[in-house]
C-alpha cells in the first residue's frame, strides 16, 4: 500500500483545515488508517484512527471534539477533518496503514507510512 498525504499549509489560530490520504495498492478497505503528527524536537504522536471498512473510530483525548477521522472506500481515502486549530497543532501529520488489530494509537502497530504533510498555525 503507498499512501500519499495532502492538504497541509499555513493557516491562522481558529481555522480548519482537512488532510487527505490517498491509498494506491491493494485491498484498502481491509486496512485500518491512522494519523499521527510530529512536531520538531519531540515524538510522533497519535491523532486519530479507523477501523477497517469505516468501523469504529478512535482519537487521542486531548484532540476530541476538534479533529474527525473519516474514510471514503469509494476513492481509497482517509480524511482528517481538523477545527479550532491552536499554534500547538503545528506538525507535520502523517497517515498510515495498518493490517493488524492491536493498539491503534502506537505506531509500532503501523506497516506503512506516508510522506508527511506540513500543518502550521499561526497565533
Known amino acids: 500500500v503507498q499512501l500519499q498525504a495532502s492538504g497541509g499549509g499555513l493557516v491562522q489560530a481558529g481555522d480548519s483545515l482537512r488532510l487527505s490520504c490517498a491509498a494506491s495498492?491493494?485491498?484498502?478497505?481491509?486496512?485500518?488508517m491512522g494519523w499521527f503528527r510530529q512536531a520538531p524536537g519531540k515524538e510522533r504522536e497519535f491523532v486519530a484512527a479507523?477501523?477497517?471498512?469505516?468501523?469504529?473510530?478512535y482519537y487521542a483525548d486531548s484532540l476530541k471534539g476538534r479533529f474527525t477521522i473519516s474514510s471514503d472506500n469509494a476513492r481509497d481515502t482517509v480524511y482528517l477533518q481538523m477545527n479550532s486549530l491552536k499554534p500547538e497543532d503545528t506538525a507535520v501529520y502523517y497517515c498510515?496503514?495498518?493490517?493488524?488489530?492491536?493498539?491503534?494509537?502506537?505506531?509500532?502497530?503501523?506497516?506503512?507510512w506516508g510522506q508527511g504533510t506540513q500543518v502550521t498555525v499561526s497565533s
Open positions: 498510515a496503514a495498518t493490517g493488524g488489530w492491536g493498539d491503534r494509537s502506537s505506531p509500532k502497530e503501523y506497516d506503512y
Open positions: 495498492g491493494r485491498s484498502f478497505s481491509t486496512y485500518g
Open positions: 479507523i477501523n477497517s471498512y469505516g468501523g469504529r473510530t
